[in-house]
């Protein structure tokens, strides 16, 4: 009872206040105010408040909030563990063994720029090229070891 009460005085109150901020002209606050003012009462209307004022004072209630509570924690750290943990005890076995397996050479990583990716002397140009045909670069060419031996690399 008390609580209904309460509820109904916040709701008058801060209807009273959006009046106020109405006659100052700011609509905008005003409509936001009375929104929020409302609330309370229509919890008290929905019955909300008397369900949460006999869950207050019910310990049968904050066992069932301790369990739940409890659930949502067990159920975070074995998240946790398996991100962290990366599955069963087989399943981190086989990517050890796959890791050892694919393993990358120290030399692998090194720039390959060797023979191949520069000719020694660039070709000499025609003095007249046909219309049909692009022009090209002196460095761009048919040549692409050193892009397939990237993508090769990366497992592309």
Do not use: N
Not at 34 to 56: C, E, F, K, Q, R
Not at 72 to 87: C, D
């Amino acid at each position: 009872m008390i609580a209904e009460t309460v509820c109904s005085a916040v709701s008058v109150a801060g209807l009273g206040i959006a009046a106020v901020t109405a006659y100052r002209k700011r609509f905008l606050s005003a409509a936001r105010i009375a929104a929020y003012s409302l609330v309370p009462i229509g919890l008290v209307m929905t019955g909300v408040v008397g369900w949460l004022a006999d869950t207050a004072f019910s310990p049968t209630a904050w066992a069932g909030f301790v369990v739940l509570g409890g659930a949502w924690v067990l159920f975070m750290i074995t998240r946790a563990v398996e991100r962290r943990g990366g599955g069963t005890r087989k399943e981190r076995k086989a990517a050890k063994a796959a890791a050892e397996r694919d393993a990358v050479a120290p030399a692998a990583s090194a720039p390959s720029l060797g023979q191949a990716s520069r000719p020694a002397q660039p070709a000499a140009r025609p003095t007249a090229q046909p219309a049909a045909q692009p022009r090209r670069s002196e460095g761009s060419g048919d040549d692409f070891s050193d892009i397939e031996a990237i993508l090769k690399k990366h497992g592309i």
